[in-house]
């Protein structure tokens, strides 16, 4: 079992930054890959980055260059260094974490076991 508890949102202008914190209990959380996703109002929940158990990390495209996702496993968190925002990106994020290593399923919302709660994360023009 994993439980999952994201902060770190709230509200930004454009062009600001934001870190989101992803805190797991579980000791055995260093062999889990953890991901973010995101769902805005009416939307379908998306895949934003994840960070393998293996040590590999993925991005979707709307936030290469502009996100970066990190872990500590001694403190069993891990983050996403949200920067450059944009009105866009407005929508509730979520840390879910899986056994998946490849790409195609660590971006696949469906494989993932645990979920969090959400953290709102609001960027004004």
């Known amino acids: 079992q994993v439980h999952l508890v994201e902060s770190g949102g709230g509200l930004v202008q454009a062009g600001g930054s934001l870190r989101l914190s992803c805190a797991a209990s579980g000791h055995t959380f260093s062999t889990y890959t953890v991901a973010w996703f995101r769902q805005a109002p009416g939307k379908e929940r998306e895949f934003v980055a994840a960070?393998?158990?293996?040590?590999?990390?993925y991005y979707a495209d709307s936030v290469k260059g502009r996100f970066t996702i990190s872990r500590h496993n001694a403190k069993n968190t891990v983050y996403l260094q949200m920067n450059s925002l944009k009105p866009e990106d407005t929508a509730v994020f979520y840390c879910?974490?899986?056994?998946?290593?490849?790409?195609?399923?660590?971006?696949?919302?469906?494989?993932?076991?645990?979920w969090g709660q959400g953290t709102q994360v609001t960027v004004s023009s």
């Open positions: 960070f393998t158990w293996t040590g590999y990390t």
């Open positions: 879910a974490a899986s056994r998946v290593t490849t790409v195609e399923r660590a971006a696949d919302k469906n494989r993932y076991d645990y």
